[in-house]
């Protein structure tokens, strides 16, 4: 049996107990990551961006969990992609990782802020250089008619730091998702799955409910 096989049976006999799990959803959410880290999974700091337009339209991508702490969740993006424009007209998001190979998902509803530029420039200045010149590339959502006219435009952003490191685009940021609810969903082979939610309380304690499947 292969290495993901034999994780994805491993936790399809995991089974959540209420009175095991801790009262912040932080450390679950921590130790999941690290599992499927473990288990090999592609891109397991993959995580569904969903967010709503003004006009009510949904919408949803994926795009790379950069880091996280009590505070939320991080993502870098170019500001003036779609997903900028649609958080800044109605700032709820909902987040979703689907770690379906090892039977787990965990789902995430908060609200986005944009991340200051002091914090937006320290995580740009430790990426590497083709990372920056890529923020570079990527920093809008603007539509291009070749790809050979985009091999172009990266020879051009090249060319324009070829004798220093790549500046922060002023068009290029972050933002981090302050959860009001996470769910941690694990899979069963019998269909009774197990569910728990944790929701933020006025008092900023969590509450932890179980759910039906």
């Known amino acids: 049996m292969d290495t993901v096989n034999e994780a994805r049976q491993k936790f399809r006999e995991t089974q959540l107990i209420r009175s095991q799990l801790p009262p912040d959803p932080l450390p679950l959410f921590e130790r999941w990551l690290q599992e499927a880290q473990s288990a090999v999974l592609p891109h397991p700091t993959a995580m569904d961006l969903a967010t709503v337009s003004a006009e009510g339209l949904v919408s949803s991508r994926l795009?790379?969990?950069?880091?996280?702490?009590?505070?939320?969740?991080?993502?870098?993006?170019?500001?003036?992609?779609?997903?900028?424009?649609?958080?800044?007209?109605?700032?709820?998001?909902?987040?979703?990782?689907?770690?379906?190979?090892?039977?787990?998902?965990?789902?995430?509803?908060?609200?986005?802020v944009l991340l200051p530029t002091s914090e937006t420039l320290r995580f740009f200045a430790s990426r590497s250089r083709e990372s920056q010149i890529g923020a570079w590339l990527t920093q809008s959502g603007g539509v291009i008619s070749t790809r050979s006219m985009l091999k172009a435009k990266m020879a051009e952003i090249k060319q324009k730091f070829v004798d220093g490191s790549p500046s922060l685009p002023a068009a290029w940021g972050g933002y981090r998702v302050a959860p009001r609810r996470i769910e941690f969903w694990q899979g069963h082979a019998d269909g009774l799955h197990d569910r728990f939610a944790y929701t933020r309380q006025p008092d900023a304690a969590w509450l932890l409910e179980r759910l039906l499947p």
Do not use: C, M, S
Request: charged share 20%.
């Open 63 to 112: 795009v790379l969990l950069r880091y996280f702490d009590e505070r939320g969740f991080v993502f870098f993006t170019g500001l003036e992609t779609q997903k900028a424009q649609e958080i800044g007209e109605n700032a709820n998001v909902a987040l979703l990782f689907p770690w379906l190979l090892l039977e787990r998902q965990v789902r995430v509803t908060g609200t986005a």
